[in-house]
């Protein structure tokens, strides 16, 4: 069935196998984000993975938020997730679902273990828990309230939902094995007390299920097929499965694990990058540094470039460390495609060309892109004032060094060659003016018996519109922040810099355009929200022309 599929990992055969085994069935996969924080880049993996079986097989994908924490969770956040699956071209089934229109089911089941003898109200404090728990090497403890009858347990259980208790002053436990050497599965707890306002519930609840005890749960009812989940819960599998066990249901879930998505120079959390948020070390969420989804569309990622490399990634069991060059060179090879070609002078410094009047004003037709002609042609001028970028200019040429010198030519892109004869400079030495010529006869051609090798982009003062541009580095220095405690110790501080240049004028007739290619300089997209800030029309570069070494 998946056999043109060009990405076939571990999973696909797993589902291809229980295909065969269960005609009837249909795929039901589910993406469960926690509304606590904005989506990233490593949660594109999981998108792309759950979302694309549902579509390959011709199934169904659950979107489920996974809000049984109600301290950090938010509208907010569920508004944003939302937004990002939409963008990055997804359909989940029918409405989003929410972990928590099921917590009257969930109390019910929970119910259903302590009358199974599976499941006791503990009121050992947070910390006696933890050490009753032990460790790798230390066997654990059973608390002295593990023997409790199932009237006592229902009883106290019930009043810890109608408030009796404070927080941390009592809770549920499953009765498991406090020996066993899965420290999860040491009895662990099911519901806390949190007198906490739900962002959806309100005020209903003041017990929230734990984690382990709703997914298994909210995938149940859900009658999810196939449950996929980072590696890191490899260990609540056990807990999984006992729980759906212990409660009698039929077709449990099956569940398989993969690496998650680690990616140089960030981190992949949302804990951490709410700090980095928190911190002021960026603008917000959504700021383009950020290996959020909504970080990477406002800096100009396109979806399908986000798609393209979570395939080339793949699905597996190792944890590894993508390097940040794959994810750039995916959306360079996009880009290449779609964006229309533009010059825009980032660093500029006047040239005056001597032997041009005044009011010279030549009209030239260039095209928007190079291999897709019907992605049409806009114009350019070429007038007596023309901007350069600062480092296409030298006093003195080397042999290195092969762009404008004194007394050397180069050509401007789409019209002529030009000779540099003279500088003017200012009084702390730093050039402010070029003068050159132009040969009338190189529009588009080289004269014979005369070579120019270098091409440099320019624009014509006349035609040209003031513009900031926002260019990016990474926000960390150090290839694996994550793995570091400290990770806000190795913050790079030039991660932005700001330049004042000018863009073409016909860009702005072109609004419609989503991603310009400013020939020589790298893929750029308008930022709507500093251009607004700014009362000027400001870029955020997407990704420089060519790869780049960063540290
Ligand atoms: P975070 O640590 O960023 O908060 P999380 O796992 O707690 O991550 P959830 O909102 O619970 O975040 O994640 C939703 C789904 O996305 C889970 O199934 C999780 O396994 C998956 N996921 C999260 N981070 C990654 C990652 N870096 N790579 C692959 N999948 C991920
Ligand atoms: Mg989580």
């Known amino acids: 069935m998946t056999k043109n599929f060009k990405n076939r990992n571990f999973i696909f055969k797993i589902i291809d196998n229980y295909i065969q085994k269960n005609k009837k069935n249909q795929i039901r996969t589910r993406f469960p ?28 994908c659950n979107l489920r938020f996974d809000d049984t924490n109600p301290k950090h969770e ?42 199974k003898k599976f499941a006791y109200v503990d009121q050992l404090s947070q910390s006696e828990i933890k050490k009753y728990r032990g460790t790798l090497k230390k066997k654990g403890i059973n608390s002295p309230y593990r023997n409790r009858v199932i009237k006592e347990n229902l009883k106290l259980f019930k009043e810890m939902k109608n408030g009796k208790f404070k927080d941390g002053e009592i809770c549920l436990r499953a009765k498991i094995n406090m020996q066993s050497n899965n420290i999860i599965m040491r009895d662990p707890v099911l519901y806390r007390v949190k007198n906490i306002s739900h962002y959806r519930t309100k005020n209903k609840w003041c017990i929230y299920p734990t984690y382990d005890f709703s997914h298994c749960l909210s995938d149940f009812i859900e009658k999810i097929t196939h449950s996929l989940c980072s590696l890191e819960f490899l260990d ?18 099956q569940q398989y694990e993969f690496s998650r998505l680690n990616l ?81 002078v980032i660093n500029p410094i006047k040239i005056i060309i001597i032997n041009m009047s005044e009011n010279h004003n030549e009209k030239i037709i260039v095209n928007n892109h190079p291999f897709f002609p019907k992605k049409g042609k806009h114009k350019i001028y070429f007038s007596k004032v023309i901007y350069i970028d600062k480092s296409d200019f030298k006093e003195k040429r080397t042999n290195k060094y092969k762009r404008l010198s004194l007394n050397t030519e180069v050509r401007l892109r789409h019209a002529y060659i030009i000779k540099a004869l003279k500088i003017e400079k200012n009084s702390t030495g730093e050039i402010k003016k070029i003068f050159c010529t132009y040969d009338k006869n190189t529009l588009n051609k080289n004269p014979k018996n005369r070579k120019v090798n ?14 900031k541009f926002r260019l ?3 926000i960390f220095k150090i290839k694996n922040p994550n793995y570091e405690k400290k990770y806000l110790n190795y913050i790079n501080k030039n991660s932005i810099q700001i330049k004042n240049g000018f863009i073409e004028k016909d860009l702005m007739n072109k609004k419609k ?29 997407t990704i420089s022309l060519k790869e780049k070494k960063y540290f």
């Open 264 to 344: 140089e120079y960030t981190v992949l959390s949302k804990r951490k990058l709410k700090k980095i948020v928190k911190e002021k070390i960026v603008t917000g969420w959504d700021d383009p540094r950020m290996p959020t989804i909504s970080g990477l569309r406002r800096r100009g990622y396109t979806p399908q470039s986000i798609k393209n490399f979570c395939q080339k990634i793949g699905i597996s069991k190792k944890n590894h460390l993508i390097e940040l060059k794959l994810l750039e060179y995916c959306v360079r090879n996009d880009l290449n495609k779609i964006a229309n070609r533009f010059m825009a």
């Open 74 to 115: 938010k509208k907010k956040f569920v508004k944003e997730i939302k937004k990002d699956i939409q963008w990055m071209g997804y359909k989940w089934n029918k409405k989003s679902l929410y972990a928590s229109q099921y917590f009257e089911k969930i109390y019910k089941y929970a119910k259903k273990l302590i009358k």
């Open 236 to 253: 609540n599998k056990e807990l999984y499965t006992w729980i759906l066990q212990k409660l009698d249901v039929k077709n449990i879930p």
């Open 454 to 467: 270098s091409v440099i982009h320019w624009i014509s003062k006349k035609n040209s519109i003031p513009a």
């Open 33 to 60: 984000p926690e509304p606590n924080g904005f989506l990233h880049i490593g949660h594109a993996k999981s998108i792309c993975l759950n979302f694309n079986i549902a579509k390959i097989y011709h199934g169904k």
């Open 513 to 541: 355009l989503k991603f310009f290619q400013f020939e020589r300089e790298g893929y750029f997209i308008i930022d709507k929200k500093e251009t607004l800030k700014n009362k000027k029309i400001t870029f955020n570069e």
């Open 472 to 474: 990016f580095q990474p």
